[in-house]
């Protein structure tokens, strides 16, 4: 017969073996987000402090553009980057809304770069400016995955080449999906075949030329398709797609 002692002395070896298993766990997440990290090119992340109309804070958990000339803005942007990419990276595409629209831009800095492991609620980055009325959440790649789950914390949801878990299709929410045409990675044909989880009111924006590493200021992208549009055109179409967009959510 199995003593209580033996019970004992198993039980306390499956416990450590499954603390064991979810530290090792941790460590390979740890050790797998600090490796192929895609960083922000110096000179877009330059152009956005040297530039005027643009107020930059660099947090812990986020980096802010504000516009330069004004203490509050009728609307923001809540951003979640791409899996492992430097916030910095999306400076330059998210500074004509700022810029030109009066918005001010929170790119979160994820926990572990990863944006779908990171739990903290939207009200973390919008405090960064308490004044703002309206607020849109948005990310790129993983982190538009993310951004969808926040959705329902939002006024508005923006995707870069990204497309939907969650069925939001019952949302009234308003959406606005730039995707690329030459995505290798959140691919035309994905786009699409997750449209019906958006609402039947939703933009959708393929822009020509496009890939996935178009949306960010990092590099060539292992598995993307091969680019045929140059930053400043594609900074200009960003640009002009979110005014519009954020317009609409002003006025509702």
């Given at each position: 017969m199995t003593s209580i002692r033996t019970v004992r002395r198993w039980a306390i070896r499956v416990v450590a073996g499954v603390l064991a298993l979810c530290v090792l766990a941790v460590l390979g997440l740890v050790i797998r987000a600090k490796s192929g990290v895609m960083h922000a090119e110096s000179e877009a992340w330059e152009s956005v402090l040297t530039d005027p109309t643009i107020t930059v804070e660099e947090h812990a958990d986020a980096v802010v553009l504000h516009p330069a000339e004004e203490t509050t803005t009728s609307i923001g942007l809540v951003f979640y980057p791409g899996a492992k990419v430097d916030a910095a990276a999306y400076a330059r595409r998210l500074s004509g809304i700022v810029a030109e629209g009066s918005a001010t831009v929170v790119i979160v800095k994820p926990?572990?770069?990863l944006a779908i492991v990171d739990p903290r609620g939207l009200s973390v980055f919008t405090d960064y400016s308490p004044g703002t009325e309206s607020w849109m959440v948005g990310g790129h790649s993983m982190g538009g995955v993310r951004a969808c789950s926040a959705a329902g914390e939002a006024d508005a949801l923006?995707?870069?080449?990204?497309?939907?878990?969650?069925?939001?299709?019952?949302?009234?929410?308003?959406?606005?999906?730039?995707?690329?045409?030459?995505?290798g990675l959140s691919t035309p044909q994905k786009v699409t075949d997750a449209r019906e989880k958006l609402p039947d009111s939703a933009r959708m924006v393929e822009i020509p030329g496009a890939n996935h590493a178009s949306f960010g200021?990092?590099?060539?992208?292992?598995g993307d398709g091969s680019?045929?549009?140059g930053d400043d055109q594609m900074n200009s179409t960003v640009t002009a797609e979110l005014l519009d967009f954020a317009e609409g959510v002003r006025s509702e």
């Open positions: 926990w572990l770069r923006v995707l870069f080449g990204s497309y939907c878990a969650a069925d939001l299709s019952d949302d009234p929410i308003p959406v606005l999906s730039l995707s690329g045409s030459e995505d200021d990092y590099g060539a992208q292992k680019p045929r549009i």
